[in-house]
């Protein structure tokens, strides 16, 4: 059949290119390549949103301690934790997962526990476990659903109890036997796997050093803009002191004049603007705060997860070097036998 060359072809169209490169991530994805990242940043906020609220009284008879509401939107789940209880998910992750990134978590402290502790704890302790429901692995464990849905008492025991013999994420998988056949060649392989790892340990040490840098600065211009907010509060206080100030003035100290209740009555309107200025800035100040330990802690919290699981990482590869070694070492001092068959006697 002929080709009417004077008909129009259909002109080909192509999608966004961010629709393909969604796509690609979703193939990616679905292959589950433990080695690579296929996920946005967006694609990690969606997993889950945590959020932690400090309960109002404390509990204990004798020691009293501080819980912590965690409200899951993935799990639309509500619970209530203490302290320890993240420390008992921090061991079992840790042991679960030995090369993947675990968060750290705030320090402990028993005495001197302030308002003011207590919230940086919540803080750290949001970050900890916002970094654990969005990654991509281990916000799949049957551990972290368990901390978050767990309704009865002691949930950092029973977690341990139930997960207490829990292997590692590559347990399952064969180990490579040590024999002195492969094994120079296996190191000559993974020697460039090395160099790269010791220049990405180097470049994000460099990069958690500088964030880390930065924060102190930030945490230093925060205190001087609430040190301002508090001086412009002290300047108000003082207005007011003064616009209200009743002492019977005395000719002996103003002489034929009388300006000084017209004055009063234009400081009563200054204490108003120091106000309003001092609110503004602590306002301002409260925002910045909420910034540096929402996005900048978490990152740097991130980063410093990921220099502890190059120190766990460097261990294993001395364990395993040492290993190898041995292997070698047993397999050189092995005795070779040999028969020679000229210095058998044959018996008569």
Not at 334 to 340: F, G, K, Q, V
Request: hydrophobic share 30%.
């Amino acid at each position: 059949m002929p080709v009417d060359l004077t008909e129009e072809l259909p002109t080909p169209t192509i999608d966004n290119i961010n629709t393909l490169e969604d796509r690609l991530l979703r193939l990616l994805r679905s292959e589950q390549r433990s080695s690579t990242l296929c996920f946005r940043y967006n694609d990690l906020c969606a997993l889950d949103t945590i959020q932690v609220d400090v309960e109002p009284e404390k509990k204990g008879i004798i020691i009293r301690h501080v819980e912590y509401a965690i409200t899951s939107m993935r799990q639309n789940n509500k619970v209530l934790r203490r302290y320890n209880d993240f420390v008992a998910l921090h061991e079992l992750l840790t042991l679960k997962y030995p090369y993947r990134i675990i968060p750290i978590l705030p320090p402990k402290k028993t005495v001197n526990v302030d308002k003011e502790f207590i919230e940086e704890r919540r803080r750290a302790l949001k970050r900890y476990i916002q970094i654990l429901c969005r990654h991509p692995t281990i916000s799949d464990t049957e551990i972290i659903k368990f901390f978050l849905t767990f309704r009865g008492e002691s949930c950092g025991d029973n977690m341990k109890a139930t997960y207490k013999n829990t292997l590692d994420e590559f347990s399952s998988e064969p180990r490579s036997l040590l024999n002195t056949n492969d094994n120079t060649d296996k190191f000559g392989e993974d020697s460039d796997g090395i160099k790269i790892f010791r220049i990405s340990q180097t470049h994000m040490s460099f990069i958690h050093q500088q964030l880390s840098h930065i924060r102190e600065c930030l945490i230093s211009i925060h205190d001087k803009h609430s040190k301002n907010a508090d001086d412009f509060t002290n300047i108000e206080k003082t207005f007011q002191a003064l616009s209200s100030e009743s002492t019977n003035i005395d000719r002996w100290a103003t002489g034929s004049n009388d300006y000084w209740p017209t004055i009063q009555v234009g400081l009563a309107d200054l204490p108003i603007e120091m106000s309003a200025i001092s609110e503004r800035i602590h306002e301002q100040c409260k925002r910045d705060d909420e910034v540096i330990s929402d996005h900048l802690d978490m990152l740097i919290d991130l980063l410093q997860g990921y220099k502890d699981l190059c120190k766990r990482f460097e261990e294993a590869l001395l364990s395993e070097q040492k290993a190898i070694q041995k292997a070698n070492n047993q397999q050189q001092r092995r005795p070779t036998i040999t028969t020679d068959t000229s210095t058998k006697v044959k018996a008569n």
